[in-house]
């Protein structure tokens, strides 16, 4: 899927699905049969909760990142980053 895709309601069940891994009790969510991925960018907007000094750091780049590609999830990277360490 891209951004710009739009379907009905209806058929939501039809497009999103889920696997069950073989070895493990997870599950893969899958898009149109196909395994879908979410990057920082994306997680970052969905109000992942961050470590204080990366909370700090995704409010400081936020205006890069507002309204852009793919290409600004590198720079989203970092906030996850500095979690991270933070955690670590």
């Known amino acids: 899927m891209t951004t710009n895709d739009t379907f ?3 058929v939501y069940r ?3 699905g889920e ?3 073989a070895h493990s009790n997870a599950k893969r969510s899958l898009v149109n049969g196909e395994p879908g991925t979410v990057g920082s960018l994306a997680r970052l907007n969905l109000g992942m ?8 750091a995704f409010r400081e780049s936020r205006p890069l990142l507002l309204g852009k590609d793919i290409r600004a999830n ?3 990277q970092t906030a996850e980053l500095i979690h991270t ?4």
Not at 49 to 56: D, E, F, I, T, Y
Not at 85 to 88: T, V, Y
């Open 49 to 56: 909760a961050l470590s204080p000094k990366a909370a700090q």
């Open 8 to 10: 009905p309601v209806e």
């Open 14 to 16: 039809e497009i999103f």
């Open 19 to 21: 696997r069950v891994i």
């Open 85 to 88: 360490l933070e955690r670590s």
């Open 74 to 76: 590198n720079l989203a």
